[in-house]
């Protein structure tokens, strides 16, 4: 038996056999036996972490739940109408247009303002160099309250050659737009490339809190913590394309380059439900998910959790350059 604490561990993990004689293992040697178990385990663990992980099987990531399936598709002509730019936009076959060129950008608006509802729309956006161009999808009341107003963004922020688009979620309250921005950005890189196909992009906006979602996923949930915070006056659903070179493309650093003119923006699919600022306090909210009262299921969050940590590049909550007194959501 004394050779057996000698011997290699390998050795022991089994009967051995030695000089004819058969060895059983001892007392002293189940300890050391335990571990090179555990220890032979670890990958095997590592390996199911991985599997299981959002960035392999469950990666790109997949709604478990489509509120878009839930609203029926609006007829451009019936629910919006031209803001400007009317000679850069064109509609054909209830698929909208807009373009910006040296002479002008262009834009849309609801025809009816809201006070809470699910804004979607498809979306396809301008290939190879778009530094300094905006293509936005958005609520805002800036014409009812100039100078005061609330917005509510989706932004893609033009890019240089073969970088991504980066998609910007903004939140202003009250004015916090305008003069002295506050703004609530987070920005994100897709796990595609929005300028091949149409993707479905949307806010869902209620008393309680606003969920950006993309393809039915949800990538942001701005809950309502205090009405200072929220945004609550009725809002109209907006679109345009237009010229942001002094910040969109890294910090203005890339300027918008007219020779690679026309820049295109495509929509179609609109869908637009919910409460209209002219419908009874009794109408029924949209929600995000099966729930009427609205939030998210565990899983929708869950996925939305690995949108955040795989897709985000940037959220003002964690900016230690942001004066965050201004922005008390984000340590309430």
Same mark, same amino acid.
């Given at each position: 038996m004394h050779f057996l604490r000698t011997v290699p561990l390998l050795f022991t993990l089994s009967p051995c056999i030695y000089n004819s004689s058969i060895i059983l293992?001892?007392? &002293?040697?189940?300890?050391?036996?335990?571990?090179?178990?555990? /220890? @032979?385990?670890? #990958?095997?663990?590592?390996?199911?972490?991985? /599997?299981?992980?959002?960035?392999? @099987?469950?990666?790109?990531?997949?709604?478990?739940?489509? #509120?878009s399936s839930k609203f029926r598709p609006v007829n451009f002509?019936?629910?919006?109408?031209?803001?400007?730019? *009317?000679?850069?936009?064109?509609?054909?076959?209830? @698929?909208?247009?807009?373009?910006l060129d040296r002479t002008s950008g262009s834009g849309f608006k609801s025809v009816r303002p809201f006070r809470s509802g699910y804004f979607g729309a498809s979306i396809k956006l301008h290939p190879g160099y778009t530094a300094g161009v905006i293509t936005a999808f958005y609520l805002s009341?800036?014409? $009812?309250?100039?100078?005061f107003h609330d917005e509510v963004d989706i932004e893609f922020l033009g890019t240089t050659f073969g970088k991504p688009y980066t998609l910007q979620t903004n939140v202003y309250i009250r004015g916090s737009g305008d003069g002295?921005?506050?703004?609530r950005e987070m =920005?994100?890189?897709?796990?595609?490339d929005p300028t091949q196909n149409f993707h479905h992009y949307a806010i869902l906006w209620s008393p309680k809190e606003i969920i950006f979602l993309?393809?039915?996923? *949800?990538?942001?949930?701005?809950?309502? =913590?205090?009405?200072?915070?929220?945004?609550?006056? #009725? /809002?109209w659903l907006y679109g345009s394309i237009w010229d942001a070179s002094s910040?969109?493309?890294?910090?203005? =650093?890339? =300027?918008?380059?007219?020779?690679?003119q026309p820049f295109v923006a495509r929509y179609t699919n609109f869908k637009v439900g919910g409460c209209s600022a002219y @419908?009874?306090?009794?109408?029924?909210?949209?929600? $995000?998910?099966? &729930?009427?009262?609205?939030?998210l299921t565990r899983r929708q969050y869950w996925t939305m959790r690995g949108v955040q940590k795989y897709h985000m590049v940037y959220n003002y909550c964690q900016d230690p350059k942001r004066d965050h007194r201004l922005t008390p959501e984000c340590w309430g």
């Amino acid at each position: 038996m004394h050779f057996l604490r000698t011997v290699p561990l390998l050795f022991t993990l089994s009967p051995c056999i030695y000089n004819s004689s058969i060895i059983l293992l001892s007392a &002293y040697t189940l300890p050391y036996l335990l571990a090179f178990s555990f /220890m @032979a385990l670890i #990958p095997l663990f590592a390996i199911l972490f991985f /599997m299981a992980s959002p960035s392999n @099987a469950y990666w790109p990531p997949s709604p478990s739940y489509r #509120p878009s399936s839930k609203f029926r598709p609006v007829n451009f002509y019936k629910g919006f109408r031209n803001l400007w730019g *009317p000679q850069h936009q064109s509609i054909d076959q209830n @698929a909208l247009t807009l373009w910006l060129d040296r002479t002008s950008g262009s834009g849309f608006k609801s025809v009816r303002p809201f006070r809470s509802g699910y804004f979607g729309a498809s979306i396809k956006l301008h290939p190879g160099y778009t530094a300094g161009v905006i293509t936005a999808f958005y609520l805002s009341n800036n014409e $009812a309250h100039p100078g005061f107003h609330d917005e509510v963004d989706i932004e893609f922020l033009g890019t240089t050659f073969g970088k991504p688009y980066t998609l910007q979620t903004n939140v202003y309250i009250r004015g916090s737009g305008d003069g002295t921005i506050i703004g609530r950005e987070m =920005k994100f890189h897709l796990w595609f490339d929005p300028t091949q196909n149409f993707h479905h992009y949307a806010i869902l906006w209620s008393p309680k809190e606003i969920i950006f979602l993309v393809d039915d996923i *949800p990538i942001r949930r701005y809950p309502r =913590k205090s009405a200072e915070t929220f945004p609550l006056r #009725p /809002m109209w659903l907006y679109g345009s394309i237009w010229d942001a070179s002094s910040w969109a493309t890294e910090d203005g =650093k890339y =300027k918008a380059d007219y020779r690679y003119q026309p820049f295109v923006a495509r929509y179609t699919n609109f869908k637009v439900g919910g409460c209209s600022a002219y @419908a009874s306090r009794w109408c029924r909210l949209a929600s $995000a998910s099966p &729930y009427r009262s609205g939030g998210l299921t565990r899983r929708q969050y869950w996925t939305m959790r690995g949108v955040q940590k795989y897709h985000m590049v940037y959220n003002y909550c964690q900016d230690p350059k942001r004066d965050h007194r201004l922005t008390p959501e984000c340590w309430g």
